[in-house]
Nanobody, 120 residues
Framework: VQLQASGGGSVQPGGSLRLSCTTS????????IGWFRQAPGKEREGVSC????????YYSDSVKGRFTISRDNDKNTVILQMNNLKPEDTGVYYC??????????????WGQGTEVTVSS
């Protein structure tokens, strides 16, 4: 089972990107969903995650106030809107099903990753 992540690209600092996570295999609304990223030479970290049922959200301190996670259930998609991007946001972004411990380790199903590069 694969999740499909898309929307990455190259932007200048201060720019915006909108990442999307979807799948045809199951209904995303039945799962907590998370966005994780891995920067070159660094460990993977949870960036932003959203629970099922009450849609509780989590943001890492580094992205709080700049990123917004949301669900579009009509399109079976989870969106990560990234604004005011910084060079340190560079990395490969993965979407995944998540656990009750939002953004801690991720769950069973993962996407293939979409690359984000923030550089002037």
């Amino acid at each position: 089972v694969q999740l499909q992540a898309s929307g990455g690209g190259s932007v200048q600092p201060g720019g915006s990107l909108r990442l999307s996570c979807t799948t045809s295999a199951f209904t995303l609304d039945y799962y907590a969903i998370g966005w994780f990223r891995q920067a070159p030479g660094k460990e993977r970290e949870g960036v932003s995650c959203i629970s099922k049922d009450d849609y509780t959200t989590y943001y890492s301190d580094s992205v709080k106030g700049r990123f917004t996670i949301s669900r579009d259930n009509d399109k079976n998609t989870v969106i990560l809107q990234m604004n005011n991007l910084k060079p340190e946001d560079t990395g490969v972004y993965y979407c995944a099903t998540d656990t009750a411990r939002l953004c801690a380790v991720g769950g069973r199903y993962w996407g293939q990753g979409t690359e984000v590069t923030v550089s002037s």
